[in-house]
């Protein structure tokens, strides 16, 4: 089994906010495979996806950033995962707008929602895709939480679409591969 967990902040308000890229990404997903079920679960809407191979849930929690880490311990101890089967999804400030990093781990990079899961996990020892929104020159916080334009959604799009085919080849040929076909 696969986790992949998109990170974002729950309700409409922050629905098209930049810092909702990861729960879009996984609607992307959700679009293509369908999802089995959904329910909320572990502080999260938590579905599993019609994989042809192998089972994929996807997360997103609903604790809001900071405490994104509450959400994906919970559910990589009940579901007893290997660090190697969850992979992480979430904006970086530190990227120019859509360009997507995928890395097999590393550190938070100052990303609050990425800070609560390593410091919860214990590790950094997880794979994780970035997309860029790159750095506000006023304050960063309306920035993550600010709405989008529509000349810059056009390029999250194509940056939402890339995140979701490389989750695909993470799913199926692994962090080293997908890290060798799509950075």
């Known amino acids: 089994m696969k986790l992949i967990v998109g990170l974002g902040n729950p309700g ?6 930049r810092h909702n890229l990861g ?8 679009a293509r495979y369908g999802l089995e ?4 679960r572990f502080d999260a809407w938590l ?6 191979v192998e089972k994929v849930l996807l997360a997103k929690p609903q604790t809001y950033m900071n405490l994104s880490g509450r ?6 101890r009940w579901h007893k995962l290997a660090l190697g089967d969850l992979i992480v999804v979430y904006d970086d400030l530190d990227l120019p707008p859509g360009q997507v990093r995928i890395r097999a781990q590393g ?4 990303h609050k929602g990425m800070i609560s899961i390593i410091e919860c996990l214990g590790s950094q020892d997880f794979a994780r895709v970035r997309i860029g929104i790159g750095r506000p020159m006023h304050d960063t916080v309306d920035w993550v939480l600010g709405s989008v334009s529509a000349e810059e959604q056009k390029i999250f799009n194509q940056s939402l679409d890339h995140a979701a085919n490389a989750l695909e080849c993470w799913v199926k040929k692994g962090i080293a591969a997908t890290m060798n076909e799509y950075n």
């Open 12 to 17: 409409a308000r922050y629905a098209a906010s």
């Open 23 to 30: 729960f879009q990404v996984l609607d992307r997903l959700a």
């Open 37 to 40: 079920r959904e329910q909320k």
């Open 47 to 52: 579905g599993s996806l019609r994989w042809p």
């Open 71 to 76: 959400a994906v311990q919970q559910m990589v």
């Open 107 to 110: 550190s938070a990079g100052g």
